[in-house]
């Protein structure tokens, strides 16, 4: 069938036909063509999956503009030639996590044999993690870079790539410029390095785990509080993604002893079944564990988010009713609470600072204020607030 392409779109199409790509994927759009479906072979082809200032997210598919074993490997390749230029002569590293996605596992795979096929020495863990232990192991190994699996709460069609650098935090200036020119330099599949050596792949999960628990356990400002709010009736959800892995055994850790999962989106699951969409912000996502909530009278309702470094939160309002809090509620509590636990424990010296986001609540600003304690803005973006943690350590408490 004689289809009728944008010529740099055919130029895409025809370079995938006849480059070095595995069967399958020719296939496939070799049926698209025949079928005559212009529409998804354009958007598959018309431009290539760009590489932002974060990394990769994209529809899972064949072509230039998705998510597939050959973008995840032209960007872990540009990746490899970044860390490997940024640290000459170094023995180097990298963490790689994955969340329940389709495709998670087997493109933390990927990027694991690349890597090693590099000479970078990789630590993977080896069944789903929360991105933020992803930023703890990166440091607790002394590792150079890091990368996480996950397109966060988009729609299960989607998949991501989350580059993070030393000290743990997502890429900024000017790793994250430096990084896209080189994934860029990556023209041809037969530029990237996919035959693994296994002897650089150290699998990992309790090596982390156990660290990563203690230490969360460690920064819980006021353990007196938890003891005696110990039997607090909680419902908690990962809704099918990692949160399962950490959160129960987090709250065990901590002390609470009356925590409730939401069974039927307990399980990991990359199409989220049970859900339209996995953002834990949306009152829909959060249905199952609202009504579980109302039939056993508990006072606090958490999810996560697929790769667990977001949450939402309900509580009982003054009706009885479950109220889900915003962000600037949820921050502003946290941090008035902070306040308070480090000022009753005698931390605040004047040394101690908080970060947020332009877009946050200026209700925190004024607290901060009242207690002395420094509040710095940063751009939208957690990335940000890492970056001042980072530029300030050493120097500076965060709280």
Not at 9 to 19: E, F, I, M, P, Y
Not at 89 to 117: K, N, T
Not at 321 to 330: D, H, I, R, T, V
Not at 377 to 387: H, P, Q, R, S, V
């Amino acid at each position: 069938m004689e289809l009728t392409l944008d010529p740099s779109t055919q130029q895409r199409v025809d370079k995938w036909l006849s480059g070095n790509y595995d069967a399958a994927t020719k296939e496939s759009i070799q049926h698209l063509i025949d079928s005559g479906n212009t529409t998804e072979l354009t958007d598959s082809f018309y431009r290539d999956l760009e590489f932002g200032t974060g990394g990769l997210r994209g529809v899972l598919g064949v072509g230039s503009n998705r998510m597939n074993r050959y973008t995840v490997g032209a960007a872990t390749q540009g990746l490899s030639n970044y860390i490997n230029a940024a640290f000459p002569g170094e023995d180097v590293s990298v963490a790689i996590a994955h969340d329940s996605r389709r495709m998670s596992p087997e493109f933390a795979q990927l990027a694991a044999d690349i890597f090693s096929a590099n000479g970078i020495k990789v630590y993977l863990f080896s069944s789903l993690r929360p991105t933020p232990e992803l930023s703890f192991a990166i440091r607790q190994l002394g590792c150079q870079s890091g990368l996480v699996i996950t397109a966060s709460h988009n729609p299960p069609e989607y998949n991501g790539y989350k580059v993070y650098w030393n000290d743990g935090g997502q890429v900024v200036s000017p790793h994250d410029k430096g990084i896209i020119a080189e994934v860029n330099k990556v023209t041809s599949v037969d530029d990237i390095k996919f035959l693994g050596i296994p002897e650089r792949i150290t699998m990992i999960d309790e090596i982390i785990d156990a660290p990563y628990v203690e230490r969360v356990k460690s920064n819980a400002v006021n353990p007196d509080v938890i003891k005696r709010q110990a039997n607090l009736n909680i419902v908690y959800t990962p809704i099918h993604g990692t949160g399962i892995t950490l959160v129960p055994r987090v709250l065990d850790a901590l002390g609470f002893n009356n925590v409730h999962i939401v069974e039927q989106q307990a399980t990991p699951d990359g199409n989220f079944p049970t859900v339209k969409s996995p953002n834990p912000e949306e009152r829909a996502a959060m249905q199952l564990a609202l009504d579980l909530a109302l039939s056993i009278n508990a006072d606090l309702v958490m999810a996560t988010d697929p790769d667990a470094d977001r949450v939402g939160a309900g509580a009982r309002n003054h009706h009885g009713e479950f109220e889900l809090l915003n962000g600037n509620q949820m921050a502003s509590l946290i941090i008035y609470y902070l306040l308070n636990a480090w000022k009753d424990a005698g931390k605040l010296t004047g040394k101690e600072f908080v970060a947020k986001t332009i877009v946050t609540t200026d209700l925190i600003d004024q607290m901060c204020k009242n207690y002395g304690v420094t509040c710095y803005n940063t751009l939208t973006g957690f990335k940000y607030i890492a970056e001042v943690i980072r530029e300030l350590e050493g120097k500076e408490k965060f709280i």
